[in-house]
């Protein structure tokens, strides 16, 4: 049974850093494509990263290109979202998802709960 847990979100100030896990569980990240996703309210959901972890590919929408890494832990089937300069904007729920393929970007088929970030002074 595929199954995604995120922790690690919080608030935080303007020019924070946060960084969120995606525990996996029911299959091995070794051969497949992870995304970090975030929905703010009232807009529509939208993809922020992803890592093909076959190969160590990465890919970020360009609103955190340079505050955001994705990384992923194998030992742990954990990917991982270091989120630095933290703005408002970025105050959303973050969701991680999979459709256990291999490549970058994906339609999640699987998705977790999500963990509340919010940024404000």
């Known amino acids: 049974q595929v199954q995604l847990v995120e922790s690690g979100g919080g608030l935080v100030q303007p020019g924070g850093s946060l960084r969120l896990s995606c525990a996996a569980s029911?299959?091995?990240?070794?051969?497949?494509?992870i995304g970090w996703f975030r929905q703010a309210p009232g807009k529509e959901r939208e993809g922020v990263s992803c890592?093909?972890?076959?190969?160590?590919?990465?890919d970020y929408t360009d609103s955190v290109k340079g505050r955001f890494t994705i990384s992923g832990d194998k030992a742990k089937n954990t990917v991982y979202l270091e989120m630095n300069n933290l703005t408002p904007d970025d105050t959303a729920v973050y969701y991680c998802a999979t459709r256990l393929t291999t490549a970058c970007p994906i339609e999640p088929e699987y998705w977790g709960q999500g963990t509340q970030v919010t940024v404000s002074s």
């Open positions: 890592i093909s972890n076959i190969n160590g590919r990465t």
């Open positions: 029911g299959f091995t990240l070794d051969y497949y494509a």
